[in-house]
């Protein structure tokens, strides 16, 4: 069983700088990945992360501002979020799956079957 807790949400003007971290436990997590919804929309994909490999994907809204990151010893996933904008604000999820999900689908919500609470992250203009 894995679970994981979402942390380090609040409010910031545009531009400004977030980080957010999922505290991880159980295993195996193969693939996890940070994911969003705004009230009324869909849920997507902001980024993800191959545990064990490293390798990393990101939304094409969020390349250059947002970095996904992991620390192993902590059993941790954070998302640096940086140059922030009104269009960012949402609840924010942090999921993993106990395969390693395919490139091609790593930003696909439904490919995760372990989900945090969400912790939201406001952008004020």
């Known amino acids: 069983q894995v679970r994981l807790v979402e942390s380090g949400g609040g409010s910031v003007q545009a531009g400004g700088s977030l980080t957010l971290s999922c505290a991880a436990s159980?295993?195996?997590?193969?693939?996890m990945g940070w994911f969003r919804q705004a009230p009324g929309k869909e849920r997507e994909g902001v980024a993800a992360i191959s545990t064990f490999g490293g390798s990393t994907y990101y939304a094409d809204s969020v390349k250059g501002r947002f970095t996904i990151s992991q620390e192993n010893a902590k059993n941790t996933l954070y998302l640096q979020m940086n140059s922030l904008k009104p269009e960012d604000t949402a609840m924010y999820y942090c999921?993993?799956?106990?395969?390693?999900?395919?490139?091609?689908?790593?930003?696909?919500?439904?490919?995760?079957?372990?989900w945090g609470q969400g912790t939201q992250v406001t952008v004020s203009s």
């Open positions: 159980g295993y195996p997590r193969n693939s």
């Open positions: 999921a993993a799956a106990h395969w390693l999900v395919v490139p091609g689908r790593v930003l696909n919500w439904n490919e995760y079957n372990y």
